[in-house]
């Protein structure tokens, strides 16, 4: 069983957009406040924004004014929309729970911003 499912990277060039989407089950996202990571190559994982269950999001100063995250409870469905992209915004992007304890992780979707 596959809890959480990442999907929507891909390459783009400086200054484009993407839209990540994840799936997950209802037992880890009704009720809890949810979360995009990212690891760059060589990097530690790092919490990108989070969205509480009600729908209240927060961001990393990295990304603020950029990304924005939303949900959708009825579908169980995370997303981040991803614009003003920038090299260094190059990483594996996974979805998770935020301010709890994560679950497994997915496989993540990969983000390369690169001419």
């Known amino acids: 069983q596959v809890h959480l499912v990442e999907s929507g990277g891909g390459l783009v060039q400086p200054g484009g957009s993407l839209r990540l989407s994840c799936a997950a089950s209802?037992?880890?996202?009704?009720?809890?406040?949810m979360g995009w990571y990212r690891q760059a190559p060589g990097k530690q994982r790092e919490l990108v924004a989070t969205?509480?269950?009600?729908?209240?999001?927060t961001y990393a100063d990295s990304v603020k004014g950029r990304f924005t995250i939303s949900r959708d409870n009825a579908r169980n469905t995370v997303s981040l929309q991803m614009n003003s992209l920038r090299p260094e915004d190059t990483a594996l992007y996974y979805c998770?729970?935020?301010?709890?304890?994560?679950?497994?992780w997915g496989k993540g979707t990969l983000v390369t911003v690169s001419s």
């Open positions: 969205i509480s269950s009600a729908g209240n999001p």
């Open positions: 209802g037992s880890i996202f009704s009720g809890y406040a």
């Open positions: 998770n729970r935020a301010q709890t304890s994560p679950v497994t």
